[in-house]
């Protein structure tokens, strides 16, 4: 008979005698035993904390600090029903399967945000501390029942995450980038810069990745537009996503990439490793923060060089920060067309402006309107992603960058989306539409042999 069938047994026969000493009191009496549950209740969550510990304790003095985890996992099971056969009385009421549980949890997973991890309709972890945890489900933040022991708990969590990573989080760095084996985004950030304590902070990745009919089924595009884009990824168009935290870019920079021929070197450049293409050419590059001397650090503008000299078809950046922006429109305008990447923006202008900044912090003294020149020479599409209050996730323009008149960018909406109110359920309602207005790339299109019919953009004018 295994742990958990034994604690059962001990629970229905407590519970078996819990009932014939009920049935031997009156109503009223029932109604006073009642308001006593609730404060047994309270208490007993302090009872489970010191069950855990126990085990804890005993599983430490018995195995040590040994790494065989499923020599571990097995020992729990004697180890913990020797520690409730000690004192049967006072873990009567303690729902021991769920001790049982988390300490599994600690063991072989991510603590108590286990369960969170392996629930695939939750797409966002969020711990404030150890008495705060929230998620994202459906588009929506949600705060859960589930807390940590203490701030040495989540700590115990992230340095489990990051250390196989031969990453460090301390007092001297305390921030770090990381991601699960998954592919999933980790950040944590810990005192003396975080006020509530370690904060840990999860973006998980779909186990399957999405597709292009995946997008369409959650509205964020239409089919003319999966079509259009289908055709400037495979017409080797300069494509950058746009949006604000959260908006879906990675999602959709992971979709467009789909889009690339399988013939085709891919070269992608992260912070921390998340696309995933199916393409058999891929070299996935991730930089490297510095040692805890401070000292080796392989920032994403010196991979964005390197992959230069890698003979790359396409060239993917997950995301833009800084002075990498430079190196990667001067790869546009040298030959490497095809490339995609992604940056922080509300607008596809806001787009530029931030890349305009973002070339000025690769410490180059060079006039606005040279910059300008550069990014319209390198940039063909501007793709804009946005996150609604509904939850939804939708690209709201797809604007051609097309030249320049006087030191002013001249950008052109291809497609937008169009909002028309709020339904009851507090659902956005909009539609994605085409302007009709005829890209200057379109005759790229027939170059490569694309059929890209101009009657998706309903235009009398085409």
Same mark, same amino acid.
């Given at each position: ?56 304790? *005993? %599983? ?7 790494? $065989?985890? /499923?020599? =571990?996992?097995?020992? !729990? +099971?004697? #180890? ?59 588009? *929506? %933040? ?7 022991? $203490?701030? /040495?708990? =989540?700590?115990?969590? !992230? +340095?489990? #995450? ?301």
């Amino acid at each position: 008979m295994g742990l958990l069938d034994r604690i059962n047994d001990t629970q229905n026969l407590s519970a078996d005698n819990s009932v014939a000493r009920q049935k031997t009191t009156s109503e009223s009496s029932f109604v006073a035993n009642e308001g006593k549950s609730k404060k047994r209740a309270g208490t007993s969550n302090v009872v489970e904390r010191e069950l855990k510990a126990r085990i804890q304790r *005993k %599983i430490l003095e018995q195995l040590g600090n040994t790494q $065989d985890v /499923d020599m =571990v996992v097995e020992q !729990i +099971d004697p #180890i913990a029903l020797e520690v409730v056969r000690k004192d049967p009385d006072k873990y009567r009421f303690v729902n021991v399967q769920k001790v049982i549980q988390e300490l599994i949890n600690d063991v072989t997973g991510y603590g108590p945000i286990n369960p969170l991890l392996l629930d695939s309709d939750v797409t966002e972890v969020m711990v404030n501390g150890p008495d705060m945890v929230y998620i994202e489900k459906k588009g *929506k %933040i949600q705060l859960t029942d589930i807390k940590f022991r $203490d701030d /040495d708990q =989540v700590m115990q969590v !992230i +340095d489990k #995450i990051v250390a196989p990573l031969g990453r460090r989080i301390d007092e001297s760095s305390p921030m770090v980038d990381a991601r699960l084996p998954d592919g999933s985004r980790v950040n944590a950030i810990i005192p003396p810069l975080s006020l509530v304590g370690p904060v840990l902070t999860i973006r998980k990745f779909a186990r399957v990745p999405y597709t292009i009919e995946d997008l369409i089924n959650m509205k964020s595009l239409n089919r003319e537009m999966a079509v259009f884009l289908n055709a400037c990824v495979k017409a080797r168009l300069n494509v950058f996503i746009s949006g604000g935290t959260g908006s879906g870019k990675t999602t959709t920079l992971n979709v467009l990439s789909s889009f690339i021929p399988n013939d085709e070197r891919i070269v992608t450049i992260e912070d921390a490793a998340e696309l995933q293409l199916g393409q058999e050419h891929v070299v996935s590059l991730e930089s490297r923060p510095p040692n805890i001397e401070g000292t080796g650090e392989i920032p994403i503008r010196e991979l964005v060089r390197n992959s230069l000299r890698m003979r790359p078809d396409r060239i993917i950046v997950g995301e833009c920060r800084g002075g990498e922006a430079l190196d990667m429109l001067q790869a546009m305008n040298t030959g490497h067309d095809g490339s995609l990447a992604t940056g922080h923006a509300n607008s596809p202008r806001d787009m530029l402006a931030r890349l305009e900044t973002m070339v000025l912090m690769a410490g180059v003294e060079l006039p606005v309107k040279a910059i300008r020149q550069q990014i319209v020479g390198a940039l063909d599409l501007i793709v804009q992603q946005a996150r609604f209050k509904d939850g939804t996730r939708r690209i709201t323009n797809i604007t051609e960058v097309q030249d320049m008149e006087g030191d002013v960018v001249v950008l052109q909406d291809i497609f937008t989306f169009q909002q028309e109110g709020i339904d009851a359920d507090g659902k956005i309602l909009g539609d994605l539409k085409a302007t009709g207005i005829r890209p200057r790339f379109y005759d790229k299109f027939k170059q490569y042999g694309l059929n890209v019919p101009s009657s998706i953009f309903n235009s009398e004018r085409w």
